[in-house]
C-alpha cells in the first residue's frame, strides 16, 4: 500500500512474516520519513523506515520500522532487515506489533 493512499483504514499486517518486496505500483521501496498524517496506507498507523535504506548491492541492514500514530512518529516500532538487491529492495518484515498498523509502500 503506498504511503499516499487514504482511503480506508484497519488493514493489519499482524499476520504478515517473511521476505517481502513493494512492487512498484505500490511505491517500490518503504518511505524514509514519518508520514505527515495518520490514516495513511489504507490502515490506522502507518509503518515507514527509520533510516536510509543500505546503499550497496548486497548489502543487508539492520533497521527499525516506526508507525505513526497522533503526533508521535514513532509510537510502536519492531526490528527488520532490508537488502539492496540494485533495482529494488527486499524487507525481511515480522508481524506488526498491533493490528492496524502496515508496512507502506512510497514511490
Not at 493489519?12 to 514519518?34: H, N, Q, T, V
Not at 523506515?49 to 509510537?75: D, E, I, Y
Request: charged share 15%; glycine share 10%; proline share 6%.
Amino acid at each position: 500500500r503506498k504511503v499516499s493512499q487514504t482511503n480506508g483504514s484497519g488493514n493489519c499486517d499482524s499476520k504478515l512474516s517473511g521476505w517481502k518486496r513493494f512492487a512498484d505500483g505500490i511505491g517500490g521501496k518503504m518511505p524514509e520519513i514519518c508520514p505527515s498524517t495518520d490514516f495513511r496506507c489504507g490502515t490506522d498507523a502507518p509503518g515507514w523506515l527509520n533510516g536510509a535504506h543500505p546503499t550497496t548491492v548486497g548489502q543487508r541492514a539492520n533497521m527499525t520500522v516506526c508507525f505513526k500514530w497522533t503526533s508521535r512518529c514513532c509510537q510502536w516500532s519492531t526490528s527488520i532487515q532490508v537488502t539492496n538487491c540494485a533495482l529494488y529492495f527486499v524487507y525481511n518484515l515480522p508481524n506488526t506489533p498491533h493490528c492496524s498498523l502496515a508496512y507502506c509502500g512510497d514511490a
